[in-house]
């Protein structure tokens, strides 16, 4: 015991540096994730009919295919096919975005169609035209919606992304892999792992409940409205 | 495009990787569920002790990588003088997560059912066990139903990580051949089209069971 | 003790209950003889609910006694807890139908899995009670797709099925439009007619005048007067039930049953 926890000692700057490369990958997945899934959404509900398909196309396939394989698939296949040479980290970031972006998508409909028909009514009874009302009255209301739906994803995104060391990806998995496999202190350095990710899901669930309170609106309840 | 590695080379490989998947998905996926009842269902209505081993227990395995629990219970055990095969530590992992996930949905599905359906029961003289078989439990599972299914569909995907601690399902026969032949484009679409049709099919039959057991007006407000 | 043709079906003996600290009820006693329709009223918060829960131990009293039939009932005996319970109907203010079972299956389940009826049989009688509260037509409807009255009327017929001896009602009516009322009244007044021992708690000032066969005024946990509605509800006489049944009728306008 006291040797593996000298290991530890030793090593939990390490490691701790790769909770800012995770933490990094997931701000980055997640910003992108919600453009993707805000236009699928939009699209599904007020797209013309075949954009509304290919996106559930989009969703069908994103929500059906293990987060690994797509890893492989893009970072070894389809991104060198199409020519572009990325780093391992910025595939991380576009493969989980793209994937969470499926799931998002059916977070933000869902709030978009959860939403009284008279909104947009009252919107385009005011002149406004379909994409200025649902910029300006649908989304906002739709996200605000959004946010609890968009914590869980965010702790989801986050335990995935302890995938990106099959890349090489240098954050905590792959640390601590690296570690492990030189001082056979497995079992102490993945526990320490674990409340790493342990400590990172708990921040940002906190951090988007702030948010859910600053950005509430007085008296706005959604359920009883 | 050369027809015969498709057909002697990657379909074999594939199909022998999803019967191993398949192996991994059922045992873990029933098991996992039956679990999550139990877990679930003490966390609802147990002694209060057991509902906070039971909270900590969802609690520690929702909040950590699968891989992470994984590797504990494949490289990490060993530390204890504990050996798993692969394929054990794999059931042992995904059965522990995705009971935790199950219990939550269970847990939130007998919670939301009204006390007044207790009551009700009580006073035609229901036994405890009776009521909760016959008036808490069908109303908890159709609540908790969507939630389970999509944990399934989880579940069929995350299966994929078997192959991190070395037990060769589909997505390790895909990556071997891959490798070997430098093809990793067509390879693993292959293998996403092989995961597609599980899920597909597993959603399929989710939806018809939840049609099935669909009743007008059930579950709103 | 023998049962004469109208000797006390239940009786209740000092029931006391504490709840949050609070005494709720404090020593009350009273018997309902066979064929009875006797009605609890009082200001909202005064034990009534508290009382007809106490009645069937859905809210075991801290203290008294209870016989059905001249036999004590002792709740720790699991087996004959359910079994009383089982002859004694009760009727809940907000119906608590079963939400996952249509009307005719929430009237049979308690037949078939508490009384272990074959299900061919369970169907039928429970379609027979459905029909005697006049809903027959809506036995395959699921209780999100009734109204409040005629969710009520399940429930009454559920409880009607078990062929209770005795009838616990809680504010039957107080959680339906108006315009529905009349057509719950109207079932329990026929089974008042026909010879149903019943309890109810009520504000239905009409309905206790022309049905009751006595009232029992109860405040802060405590029955203070009681006795029939054509003594307790004379004009003139300046009893409690009199002020409170003007003030409830200045509120209130009743439907004719
Ligand atoms: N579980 C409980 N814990 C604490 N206090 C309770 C509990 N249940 C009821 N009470 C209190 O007991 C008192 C009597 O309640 P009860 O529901 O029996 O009155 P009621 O006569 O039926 O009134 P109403 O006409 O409004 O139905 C109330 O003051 C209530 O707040
Ligand atoms: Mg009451």
Redesign the pocket.
């Known amino acids: 015991m006291p040797e593996a926890f000298l290991v530890i000692k030793e090593s939990f700057p390490y490691l701790l540096e790769g909770a800012g490369v995770t933490a990094a990958a997931v701000v980055g997945a997640m910003f992108f994730g919600l453009i993707i899934g805000v236009v699928l959404a939009v699209l599904q509900v007020y797209g013309p009919r075949p954009l509304g398909r290919l996106a559930g196309l989009y969703i069908w396939f994103f929500r059906g295919v293990p987060v690994l394989v797509l890893l492989f698939l893009f970072y070894f296949g389809l991104f060198s096919l199409i020519g572009v040479n990325l780093s391992a980290f910025t595939s991380v970031i576009l493969v989980l975005g793209m994937t969470t972006g499926a799931y998002q998508s059916q977070i933000y409909r869902g709030a978009i169609e959860s939403l009284p028909y008279g909104q947009l009514k009252a919107a385009r009874a005011l002149g406004m035209s379909d994409w200025t009302a649902i910029k300006n009255i649908i989304l906002p209301q739709a996200l605000r919606l959004s946010i609890p739906g968009f914590s869980n994803e965010y702790s989801i995104i986050l335990k995935d992304s302890a995938l990106a060391f099959v890349l090489g990806t240098s954050e905590i998995m792959a640390r601590t892999h690296f570690v492990a496999s030189r001082t056979y202190q497995h079992l102490p350095l993945y526990v320490t792992a674990g409340i790493l990710y342990f400590i990172l899901t708990w921040l940002g669930v906190k951090a988007l409940r702030k948010l859910e309170d600053r950005v509430r609106i007085p008296g706005y309840s959604h359920h009883q409205g | 495009m050369d027809w015969s590695f498709y057909a002697q080379e990657l379909v074999p490989a594939l199909n022998q990787g999803l019967v191993k998947t398949i192996l991994l998905i059922i045992p873990s996926a029933s098991i996992g569920l039956l679990m999550g009842i139990v877990v679930g269902t003490l966390r609802a209505y147990g002694h209060p002790l057991l509902r906070k081993l039971g909270d900590g227990y969802a609690g520690l395995f929702r909040g950590t990588p699968l891989v992470v629990q994984l590797f504990v219970l494949y490289f990490g055990l060993p530390n204890l003088g504990i050996y798993l095969e692969p394929y054990t530590a794999a059931v042992v992992g995904f059965i522990l997560c995705t009971s935790a996930y199950q219990s939550e949905y269970i847990r939130g599905g007998l919670l939301s059912i009204r006390r007044g359906q207790l009551l009700a029961t009580q006073a035609l003289g229901f036994s405890r066990i009776q009521s909760m078989l016959w008036i808490i439990l069908p109303q908890a599972v159709r609540r908790a139903l969507p939630g389970c299914s999509n944990e399934i569909v989880y579940l069929i995907k995350y299966s994929s990580l078997a192959y991190i601690i070395t037990f060769i399902e589909l997505t390790g026969e895909g990556k071997i051949l891959a490798t070997k032949y430098f093809r990793f484009t067509e390879v693993f679409l292959a293998i996403g089209l092989y995961y597609l049709i599980m899920v597909t099919v597993a959603d399929f039959g989710l939806k018809k069971l939840e049609k099935r057991l669909y009743i007008p007006g059930f579950g709103k407000g | 003790m023998t049962i004469t043709e109208n000797g006390p079906v239940l009786r209740a003996e000092n029931i006391s209950k504490v709840?949050?600290g609070?005494q709720?009820l404090k020593g009350v006693s009273f018997t309902l003889k066979k064929g009875e329709l006797k009605v609890l009223i009082?200001?909202?918060?005064?034990?009534?609910?508290?009382?007809l829960?106490c009645i069937n131990f859905l809210?075991p009293p801290d203290e008294g006694q209870i016989y059905l039939d001249g036999e004590e009932i002792h709740i720790h005996r699991k087996r004959d807890l359910y079994a009383y319970r089982q002859k004694v109907g009760m009727i809940f203010?907000d119906f608590n139908l079963f939400d996952h079972l249509n009307a005719l299956e929430n009237v049979s389940i308690a037949l078939r899995k508490v009384k272990k009826i074959a299900r061919k049989e369970a169907l039928e009688r429970a379609m027979i009670e459905l029909e005697r509260v006049g809903i027959g037509d809506k036995a395959n409807l699921y209780p999100a797709q009734l109204s409040g009255g005629q969710k009520q009327r399940v429930s009454i017929a559920r409880a009607l099925a078990m062929d209770p001896e005795v009838m616990l009602l809680?504010?039957p009516t107080?959680a339906l439009d108006p315009e529905l009322i009349g057509e719950v009244l109207a079932v329990i007044r026929n089974l008042a007619q026909d010879g149903m021992t019943m309890i109810m708690?009520t504000?239905q000032i009409g309905f206790i005048r022309t049905l009751a066969d006595n009232i029992l005024f109860?405040q802060e946990?405590e029955i203070i007067e009681q006795g029939p509605p054509s003594e307790l509800l004379m004009a003139g006489n300046a009893t409690r039930v009199q002020q409170f049944c003007a003030k409830m009728n200045e509120l209130y306008e009743e439907p004719e049953i």
């Not at chain 3, 009082?42 to 009382?51: A, C, D, E, N, V």
């Open positions: 709840l949050g609070k709720i009082g200001p909202s918060g005064g034990g009534k609910s508290t009382l829960q809210i203010q809680d504010e107080s708690a504000h109860m946990g």
